[in-house]
């Protein structure tokens, strides 16, 4: 075993059943008596639904804000990088044209 992976297990084992818990089902469950109360129980399932659902739609819009967010930010991070590419390359081509020039300057003078 990897010695790595030891503490990892001590690490994560206590927090085990939080994290089952959370993940459990929160909605009503049916008991022995729910022939009786299957109006009932529907009735609060159906509330629980509800819940679940406007909780949901909430998360969406807060994500769907961060996710729009993040994209603005990028395409303003990809135009700043492209600008600097670009300079670059101008700065790039320059120095190419600056050596060439100066590769026949020094042939020129050197044959003269």
């Not at 075993?1 to 084992?13: E, G, N, Q, R, Y």
């Not at 009786?36 to 509330?47: F, G, T, V, Y």
Request: aromatic letters at 6%; one cysteine or more.
């Amino acid at each position: 075993m990897h010695a790595w992976l030891i503490p990892v297990l001590k690490s994560v084992l206590p927090h085990v059943g939080a994290i089952v818990s959370a993940a459990a089902p929160v909605f009503t469950r049916k008991t022995a008596d729910a022939a009786a109360n299957q109006s009932a129980l529907l009735q609060q399932q159906i509330i629980e639904l509800q819940a679940a659902t406007s909780g949901n739609d909430a998360h969406i819009k807060a994500l769907a804000l961060q996710m729009q967010n993040a994209v603005e930010a990028l395409e303003k991070g990809t135009a700043l990088a492209e600008k600097s590419y670009r300079r670059a390359m101008m700065l790039g081509y320059a120095s190419f044209v600056i050596s060439v020039v100066s590769l026949c300057a020094v042939a020129y003078i050197g044959l003269a």
